[in-house]
Every structure is written in structure tokens, then in C-alpha cells.
């Protein structure tokens, strides 16, 4: 997840000046971005690209908001819905009243 902070966007107007901006700015298709009014945050799932997220910040550039330095949200997940399913790990047996079960680090 990509985070722009947008100090100035203090209200729902503001919002939708930025958001209005940001449609126009011609994103890929799929390409879904959060405004958080309350947090003064605007974020863009990471898959999006770095001319995706160039798109964005100028976009609120041009609607006339300062964004302060982008902000990288890694939520170490991988594509295979895991944090370690990138490393290879070997399920444990448990053995639980009689009943064998099969167990990973995050099952």
C-alpha cells in the first residue's frame, strides 16, 4: 500500500476536489484509490505501479494540495496468502486427543 499525506484536506470538499482530480488523471483499469478525509491520507494498493502512484500525487498537485513524503505500508503478505510462504517450511504433525491434524506456522 502506497500513502500520500494531504495535511491540507481538511474536509468532504476537499475530497472530492481531489477525487474529481484524480479521475481525470487516466489511472490503469482496476487501479482503486482510498481518500481518508479523517486521516488526511490518500492510498493506493502497491500493484498499482510507480506511473500509477506518479499519476496521483500530481492529480492532487494540480487540484492545489501539498503532499508530504509517500509512505509505504508493507503488510508482508505474499501472493501465496501467507508471511512465510515464500520460505519452505514443513508442516507439523500435532497429535491432539487420538486425532492427527496437520499444521503450518499460520493454521
Do not use: W
Not at 500513502?3 to 482530480?21: H, K, L, S, W, Y
Not at 488526511?40 to 494540495?65: C, M, N, Q, T
Request: include cysteine; charged fraction near 20%; glycine fraction near 8%.
Amino acid at each position: 500500500m502506497v500513502e500520500f499525506n494531504v495535511p491540507d484536506m481538511t474536509c468532504n470538499g476537499c475530497a472530492q476536489r481531489i477525487g474529481r482530480a484524480i479521475s481525470e488523471a487516466r489511472l490503469p483499469a482496476g487501479v482503486e484509490v482510498e481518500i481518508d478525509v479523517a486521516a488526511r491520507k490518500i492510498r493506493i494498493p502497491s500493484l498499482a505501479g510507480d506511473s500509477a502512484v506518479e499519476r496521483v500525487r500530481a492529480a492532487v498537485v494540480h487540484a492545489g494540495y501539498r503532499t508530504d513524503a509517500v509512505v509505504v505500508a508493507s503488510s508482508h503478505r505474499t501472493t501465496g496468502g501467507c508471511c512465510c510462504a515464500p520460505r519452505a517450511q514443513p508442516s507439523v504433525d500435532v497429535d491432539q486427543g487420538g486425532t492427527t491434524r496437520t499444521s503450518s506456522c499460520c493454521s
